[in-house]
Nanobody, 124 residues
Framework: QVQLVESGGGVVQAGGSLRLSCVSSGLTAPNYGWGWFRQAPGKQREFVAGVSWAGDRTFIADSVKGRFAIMRDWEKDTVYLRMNSLKTEDTAVYYC????WGSGSARESEYDHWGQGTQVTVSS
């Protein structure tokens, strides 16, 4: 059974940084694409960043480009979301997800497994 567990969320002042982690268990092979999504109160869940199963392509949403980065640790089956220069509008629950043979797509429907999410709150 595949499980994804996010951590690293918390409360941070605007302009600060956080690093989210998503640890997987139960993945039978490393051929999974990963994605980070977020959902703010009253809004639909949106794509933040993704990395392909081969690790050769990454994708970052325009709203966080230049501030966020996605990184993958193959040995630990873990993906990170580094978030710098945080803004109040980055406040959301952040979710990670995996897709077998995934491209790191922005489309939620392509992902097979999801974590429970970690709350990020950016105060002004």
């Amino acid at each position: 059974q595949v499980q994804l567990v996010e951590s690293g969320g918390g409360v941070v002042q605007a302009g600060g940084s956080l690093r989210l982690s998503c640890v997987s268990s139960g993945l039978t092979a490393p051929n999974y694409g990963w994605g980070w999504f977020r959902q703010a109160p009253g809004k639909q869940r949106e794509f933040v960043a993704g990395v392909s199963w081969a690790g050769d392509r990454t994708f970052i949403a325009d709203s966080v480009k230049g501030r966020f980065a996605i990184m993958r640790d193959w040995e630990k089956d873990t993906v990170y979301l580094r978030m710098n220069s945080l803004k109040t509008e980055d406040t959301a629950v952040y979710y990670c997800a995996v897709e077998l043979w995934g491209s790191g797509s922005a489309r939620e429907s392509e992902y097979d497994h999801w974590g429970q999410g970690t709350q990020v709150t950016v105060s002004s």
